[in-house]
């Protein structure tokens, strides 16, 4: 017998940026736009996942899962809150379609969000960098100093060019500019990224992604109950999650994270699909070195030549043979923690169901990459249009 | 060894059956197995394998914040032992030779998000070798 795949059915996002909303309305309002861009009523969800990273930190909000389920009319529905830091989002999706695969449920909703602006940058880094270990801690470590400690390794050993990186950020700030969610929709040029501000050198602030209020939700049913709703869905094809070592500094090779390397390998496994026949791909680029490592962990590029493509242009939406953050990335769109992995499947989703608008791009297979952590844990997701 | 070295805590590195050492401590190595012994890397010497300069600090902690992952090479361990923590200064490049130097206190324990209490918060910065 043939099973039944899992399918996505429909997807939302509010708008990321600096947001006067806390975490309650933000969830609310991606789970609402979800549920009417589906046509699917709150009475139908089994499951509603919520993908948060720290809301008790940022917020002191704790429950916010029920709260969810309760203000969306989604009672009696099972729900849980999914937390593994950067890639909460990744993990939600994960949850959900596990969900939908076992037959526990026939209608998930899943929701991610977060609100980090009222913090100051110190405060919101902190929140971040306690996902540490005490002993990387205690040294004042933050996540943009793993980024620079990398980065600066990548660069020398294989004698990259410093440019290739702020290529990463002008592409993605570019990308951006067509979504009209995205925290920042405006262009930067090379010059402006290598001259603005040191952060962790030789990382500067166009190296990293903003801090950022959002949400974003997708919804998941097996296909055969897709199919009385839409003819436009996407499958979950594959997906996979892995961890490397909690404390960064004990990896063989600091420019590989396993995470990705095992996460990417399994999904395409389960997916019957190879790094070749990925059309798009949303990368986890919260700063832009990671842009890099991911694309040669999911074997785009071979190790220590990620550079290369995106010097070739073989990244870019419009021209190359394979678009990376055709939504602006982390880097443009904002990074509010656990709503960014569900908001690179709402990207994906959008590619495989025609409904990216400008961003457009030919696509049939399409995967994200969300990385938590330093690349402490990883989800690789793979989907595909419906045929 | 000195007294006043001797009343300093170690920069214990662990030893697993395996033949693997790492730093820090596991409840449990790769192997999946209890440390069978420590080695301190205090008088050792280590090299600077990357480092970074951080100017975006959380709250209690030094602006700006040298830092670096070191590589010690030991004798009769095959793979070389890492460790990340403060520099003594900015001016190194990747490749210089370093010693740990002990701090009491490396940042503010009560200014951050964690409990002063949950952890230790003194131990080894890295100072370049003359």
């Given at each position: ?5 899992v ?15 806390w975490?309650r309305?933000?969830?609310a309002?991606?789970?609402?736009a ?8 709150p ?15 940022f917020?002191?909000?704790?429950g916010?899962?029920n ?24 993990a939600?999706i ?14 998930t ?11 100051t940058?110190?405060?919101s ?6 996902i ?10 933050t ?9 600066r390794?990548?660069?020398e ?20 500019v067509?979504?009209p969610?995205a925290?920042?929709?405006?262009e ?14 030789p ?9 950022t ?9 097996p ?22 070592t ?10 590989v994270?396993?995470g990705v390397?095992?996460s990417?390998q399994?999904?395409y ?6 790094p070749d ?9 919260m ?15 071979a ?6 493509l ?12 394979l678009?990376i ?5 982390l880097?443009?769109k904002g ?8 908001a ?12 990216a608008g400008?961003r457009?791009?030919?696509a ?17 997701t ?5 045929q | ?5 001797q009343?300093?805590?170690?920069l ?10 790492g730093?820090?401590?596991h ?22 394998v990357?480092w970074?300069t ?27 032992v ?17 010693r ?14 964690k ?11 890295f100072e370049?070798?003359?």
């Amino acid at each position: 017998m043939e099973t039944d795949r899992v399918a996505i059915i429909g997807a939302s996002m509010t708008n990321f940026g600096q947001r006067e909303a806390w975490i309650r309305d933000l969830l609310a309002e991606a789970g609402i736009a979800c549920l009417e861009d589906s046509g699917v009523e709150p009475e139908a969800i089994d499951h509603c996942y919520v993908s948060n990273m720290s809301s008790g930190e940022f917020e002191g909000q704790g429950g916010i899962m029920n709260m969810l389920a309760h203000d969306l009319g989604l009672l009696p529905a099972y729900t849980q809150r999914v937390d593994q830091t950067s890639s909460s989002g990744g993990a939600g999706i994960y949850a959900a379609w596990q969900s939908i695969a076992s037959g526990a449920s026939e209608m998930t909703l899943l929701v991610g969000g977060e609100k980090m602006t009222h913090r100051t940058t110190g405060e919101s880094t902190d929140i971040i960098a306690s996902i540490t270990h005490p002993d990387e801690y205690k040294h004042g470590v933050t996540l943009p100093s793993f980024a620079g400690m990398t980065a600066r390794h990548y660069l020398e050993r294989f004698d990259a060019p410093r440019e290739s990186l702020a290529k990463v950020a002008v592409k993605n700030h570019k990308n951006g500019v067509d979504n009209p969610h995205a925290q920042f929709r405006k262009e930067v040029d090379l010059e402006t990224v290598l001259e603005s501000p040191i952060v962790a050198d030789p990382l500067r602030l166009y190296d990293f992604c903003p801090i950022t209020d959002g949400s974003a939700a997708l919804l998941f049913c097996p296909e055969s109950v897709a199919e009385s709703y839409t003819d436009e869905y996407a499958i979950v094809s594959g997906i996979a999650g892995a961890t490397d070592t909690h404390v960064v500094h004990e990896r063989p090779d600091p420019t590989v994270m396993n995470g990705v390397v095992e996460s990417g390998q399994a999904a395409y496994e389960l997916s019957g699909y190879g790094p070749d026949d990925i059309d798009v791909a949303e990368l986890h680029d919260m700063f832009t070195i990671l842009e890099f490592l991911q694309m040669e962990g999911l074997g785009f590029a071979a190790q220590g030549t990620a550079w290369e493509l995106v010097e070739d242009g073989v990244t870019d939406r419009d021209t190359g043979r394979l678009p990376i953050n055709t939504s602006g990335g982390l880097k443009s769109k904002g990074h509010p923690l656990g709503a960014s992995g569900v908001a690179q499947g709402v990207e994906i989703y959008e590619q495989l169901t025609n409904t990216a608008g400008p961003r457009q791009v030919d696509a049939e297979v399409g995967l994200c990459c969300n990385v938590g952590g330093f690349g402490n844990c990883v989800i690789t997701t793979i989907m595909e249009a419906a045929q | 060894m000195s007294d006043e070295t001797q009343a300093e805590p170690g920069l214990i590195a662990y030893e697993y059956a395996d033949g693997s050492v790492g730093f820090p401590g596991h409840h449990l190595g790769l192997d999946g197995e209890e440390p069978v012994g420590t080695i301190d890397l205090r008088e050792e010497t280590a090299t600077i394998v990357t480092w970074t300069t951080s100017t975006a600090t959380p709250p209690g902690v030094r602006e700006p914040n040298h830092l670096a992952i070191v590589e010690f090479e030991l004798e009769d361990v095959d793979t070389p032992v890492r460790a990340l923590g403060q520099l003594t200064t900015g001016d190194v490049e990747s490749g210089d030779p370093v010693r740990p130097v002990y701090a009491e206190e490396l940042r503010d324990p009560n200014t951050g998000i964690k409990a002063g209490s949950a952890q230790a918060w003194d131990g080894y910065r890295f100072e370049p070798l003359e």
